[in-house]
């Protein structure tokens, strides 16, 4: 049922890729700075970007990252993060005077930039020529005005009473034309608040839904703006709280990118104790989702046992760390406490019976035809569209692109830890929830492995003198791939912080998944994709 | 699908007594800090100036915690050279200080009370928690308190997160779809005042600045149980915590 994904036996060849690159853009790029393993491509003719980006990502197969904009003194930067097994991360680097605001938009090329640059243009003000569709999008038209752009350096987020003139006539853009089309509207408020805030727009002729069109960032609260002037211990903060279910993973990001702006090295026993606490998270997170796929599914009983996992992985989490949602527990350098020998055998006893309840629940719905004729064959995103929208995590991994950057850029403990990588191939509903069950068990066996592999020492070190400058740190969250880019100025501050969340990607995709589809399987659809919206708003 | 019904009832109940008994599994609260008698004043002031959200403030040899401001960030008690005193407790609810005083439901709302959610700008942490409330281990429906999708029909609203711009709107519109009596209960620090996001341009920084309420939960976030008492405390059956003098020193 589930293969080991294979990965070239040698890496590609970098070299090769600098070639390349060099050989087809000649002028139009420099290809130059090898830090560490890093490439950096500056892009010196604007027009040669969308070019250059298809390259990468089309035929070179890279991933992609995701898109940084930072307005500097005299221009604008924008980064465009993608990255190869074997190589290193690609940034592409384009440089704007200020005055100008116009971007040949990679969007066409692709797909899995288009909300990036929707988000810039809402949140900086950049124009994005030959994007299909721009305006409103984070700051919604019928709260605000176009043209805010809260992004920019001069604008001031304590603005509490900030004169508003909303577009009165916003209408939602219904894409279904057809005689006696209409929109069901989903959300804000629904399921009796207990789902989180989005809207979505059901458009249907009758039967069935054509077209269900998520509205997010309900939940915006300027995060990457709040968190610009901040310590770098007060942006820790930001980074635990602004997705709680994954706080462990995105303070780890976030942790990892400030300890390589310090040269620090992270004692062994605290990279080991990373991957015991971000598995723990994981496999919390995964019986949430699971109990959510029962709940949408109505089968009470299952949905029940499943919620009680969730809760005793959440007593067991309080019990080890004190927080029964993982907060508090990292910095910089390492972690901020450390657990005795009794402890840990406590967590493992207590995951070790939540995995024995989760491998009975399986079985049991495995075995529940009424349950699996509601998962099969639904909300279907096939390995190309998957590929084209370069969807990360369970999603990803239920369709067949195993990218793990627990296994891709190990980090933590990770290197020394042998575990498999979930990877089916159907892309539906049942393909994702036997993608959770496993990586649930998978969690279980790598808590396992570094608890035994513990031994004495320090689990914090003390870090030397900040390097100024931009800084990239990476963790595979429960949901998917998290990056933070930092840039620290000369006092330690941050000075711009951007979170590359799995969420903001995975919601794109999430319309793939609902076309053409019968009203009662929404909430199932919307469940087994298991996305959160303040990850993605954030 | 006989057999899930086997399954299910093998299992037995695993329901919480509380609140007729008291619950006293491990982890069910995370707990938080209490105000501290430290032997000099210096130590007092050296543990306010580590809190990262000033909720903790020096009057002579004491640290007093300010609930309404803390986000359990723990820094005051792991590894802290001058560590708190650590309450496990988490009967946490407070009166919000409302002129008069604050007014319980009338009892015929005691065994059937319906609850609506807003998700105001959460971070998913109090969401959960309030969710945990339909656990089997917390089971809510033995209390007669049930949450219900429509603002038509609910008797409270339960607010998690700062209030966001683009949700002030619908959180508005759903208060004022419910019928009175009704009463309004703000969980979790940033609903009360804002937490780690403030009070900026997409912030309210806390429900206060935008509806009334009437009982704040604090936590970061506050485990199912403490949610559990403040909905108990709306109609009466169990008593807030009074509006003390000094958790309103240097809110916003």
Redesign the interface.
């Known amino acids: 049922m589930v293969t080991t994904p294979s990965f070239p036996s040698e890496p590609p060849d970098v070299v090769s890729l600098e070639s390349n690159v060099e050989a087809r853009f000649e002028t139009a790029v420099s290809v130059s700075q090898r830090r560490g393993e890093d490439i950096s491509i500056v892009v010196r003719r604007a027009a040669a970007l969308p070019a250059l980006c298809k390259f990468l990502f089309g035929d070179t197969g890279c991933s992609f990252g995701g898109l940084i904009v930072e307005e500097r003194k005299e221009d604008w930067h924008l980064l465009y993060l993608f990255h190869l097994p074997g190589t290193g991360w690609i940034h592409v680097t384009l440089q704007l005077p200020l005055e100008n605001s116009t971007v040949p938009s990679i969007s066409p090329q692709v797909h899995a930039a288009d909300w990036y640059e929707r988000e810039a243009e809402d949140l900086f003000g950049l124009r994005f020529e030959e994007h299909p569709r721009l305006g409103d999008f984070i700051l919604h038209d019928q709260v605000w005005q176009e043209g805010l752009a809260p992004m920019r350096r001069a604008f001031d987020p304590g603005q509490v009473h900030l004169e508003r003139c909303p577009n009165q006539e916003w209408r939602p853009n219904l894409v279904v034309k057809d005689p006696g089309a209409f929109a069901m509207p989903v959300g804000p408020v629904y399921e009796g608040g207990l789902g989180e805030s989005i809207h979505f727009l059901l458009e249907t002729v009758g039967e069935d839904v054509i077209r269900a069109s998520p509205r997010l960032f309900y939940k915006y609260r300027a995060v990457e703006k709040i968190a610009e002037g901040k310590a770098v211990s007060d942006g820790l903060l930001l980074a635990e709280r602004f997705a709680a279910k994954s706080a462990f993973a995105h303070s780890l990001a976030y942790c990892q990118a400030v300890e390589k702006a310090t040269h620090l090295e992270v004692p062994v026993r605290a990279r080991r104790l990373r991957v015991v606490l971000s598995e723990l998270e994981r496999l919390r997170h995964h019986a949430g989702a699971i109990e959510a796929i029962c709940q949408s599914t109505a089968l009470n009983v299952s949905e029940a046992q499943a919620a009680i996992i969730e809760e005793q992985l959440l007593r067991a989490s309080c019990c080890f760390t004190g927080h029964r949602y993982l907060f508090g527990l990292n910095a910089p350098g390492g972690l901020r406490r450390d657990f005795d020998g009794p402890a840990c055998q406590a967590l493992l006893a207590a995951v070790e019976a939540a995995l024995a309840r989760l491998r009975r629940l399986e079985h049991r719905l495995r075995y529940t035809s009424s349950f699996l004729d509601r998962l099969e064959d639904v909300g279907v995103v096939t390995a190309e569209a998957a590929r084209d929208l370069d969807l990360l995590g369970p999603v990803g991994r239920a369709s067949g692109l195993a990218n793990d950057l627990r296994r891709v850029w190990p980090y933590a403990g990770y290197r020394e830890s042998a575990f498999e990588v979930a990877c089916e191939k159907e892309g539906d509903g049942y393909a994702r929830l036997r993608v959770l069950f496993f990586e649930a068990q998978q969690s279980g066996r790598l808590i396992h492995q570094a608890i035994e592999a513990l031994q004495p020492g320090e689990v914090w070190a003390e870090g030397q003198r900040m390097v100024p400058g931009p800084t990239l740190g990476w963790a595979e969250a429960p949901i998917g791939a998290t990056v933070h880019w930092l840039r620290l100025d000369e006092d330690g501050r941050i000075d711009r912080y951007r979170i590359l969340s799995p969420s903001f990607r995975n919601w794109l995709g999430f319309h793939v998944a609902v076309e053409n589809f019968a009203f009662q399987d929404f909430p199932i659809i919307l469940a087994t994709f298991g996305l959160s919206a303040t990850e993605c708003d954030r | 699908?006989a057999?899930?019904?086997w399954?299910?009832l093998r299992?037995g109940i695993?329901s919480t007594r509380y609140p007729q008994a008291p619950e006293l599994?491990?982890?069910?609260?995370?707990?938080r800090p209490l105000d501290t008698l430290f032997p000099d004043a210096a130590e007092a002031a050296r543990a306010a100036a580590n809190c990262?959200?000033n909720a903790i403030t020096a009057v002579a040899s004491f640290a007093n915690v300010d609930f309404r401001k803390c986000?359990?960030?723990?820094?005051c008690?792991?590894?802290a050279p001058d560590q708190l005193h650590w309450d496990s407790s988490f009967e946490w609810t407070q009166a919000h200080s409302t002129p008069g005083g604050y007014q319980p439901l009338p009892g015929e709302f005691s065994h059937s009370l319906h609850?609506?959610?807003?998700?105001?700008?959460?971070?998913?942490?109090c969401?959960?928690?309030?969710?945990?409330l339909?656990?089997?281990?917390?089971n809510m429906h033995r209390l007669g308190i049930f949450?219900?999708?429509t603002?038509r029909a609910a008797d409270v609203l339960?607010v998690v997160?700062?209030v966001?711009?683009?949700?002030?709107?619908?959180l508005v519109k759903?208060y004022e779809a419910m019928p009175d009596p009704k009463r309004v209960v703000a969980v979790g620090t940033c609903a009360i005042t804002g937490?780690?996001?403030?009070?900026?341009?997409?912030?309210a920084?806390g429900l206060g600045s935008v509806l009334p309420v009437d009982l704040e939960v604090p936590g970061?976030?506050p485990?199912?149980l403490a949610v559990l008492h403040g909905l108990l405390a709306v109609t009466g059956r169990k008593q807030p915590a009074p509006a003390a003098d000094n958790f309103h020193k240097g809110s916003l």
């Open positions: 699908m057999s899930w019904f399954y299910g299992n695993q599994a491990p982890g069910v609260s995370p707990g990262p959200v986000i359990y960030c723990q820094r008690h792991f590894g609850v609506i959610v807003v998700d105001a700008g959460d971070c998913g942490a969401l959960n928690e309030v969710k945990q339909n656990n089997p281990l917390y949450f219900t999708p603002p339960l997160g700062p966001s711009e683009n949700m002030r709107g619908p759903t937490g780690v996001f403030g009070r900026t341009f997409v912030s920084g970061d976030p485990p199912p």
